[in-house]
């Protein structure tokens, strides 16, 4: 559409809406990760959890409320907000490998892991190379505009 032809006014929600897609549910999230494959367990007696999909899923249950990490409650956030918040690049790498996202930045991810120096410093620089607009496409590559906050999930 040529900017002459959009009202005054109106050139920047469309921009908007464009680039910025709706906001998707936390809950969204979880369905999405309930229907990935399992990442092979590892026991590790400090932990609660056995795999990644088992640590995002006990993770995002709570996300509601203060959980084990002192949340601020009463506060309703995104599935986006709480992707990059995670500070457990191992989640991420999980996410992005059983998502579908693009074995080279996987392996590019994995790289940036391997090369980490703290766990903050791990997941920015795994979030730089995967951020959530390539996940949200991995688990909903069907999505529209108009269906993000519930799209179809497929399993993959």
Known sequence: ?????????????????????????????ISAIRLLRPDPP?????????TQKEHWLGW????DGPGAYGRQTGVQRDAKYAYNHIVEPEML????SASGVDGALVAAA????????????ASGTIRKIVPWETIAKAL???????????????PK
């Open 140 to 154: 909903w590559p069907n999505a529209t505009q108009s269906n993000q906050l519930h799209p179809t999930i497929k």
């Open 60 to 63: 995002l249950a709570e996300y």
């Open 110 to 121: 994995n790289q940036a892991f391997a090369e980490r120096t703290t766990l903050m410093q």
């Open 1 to 29: 559409m040529a900017p002459a032809l959009i009202p005054q006014g109106l050139a920047g929600v469309l921009l908007t809406e464009r680039l910025m897609p709706a906001p998707i549910s936390v809950k969204a999230l």
């Open 93 to 96: 790498l999980y996410l992005a």
């Open 42 to 50: 590892v026991i590790n007696p400090k932990k609660w959890y056995l």
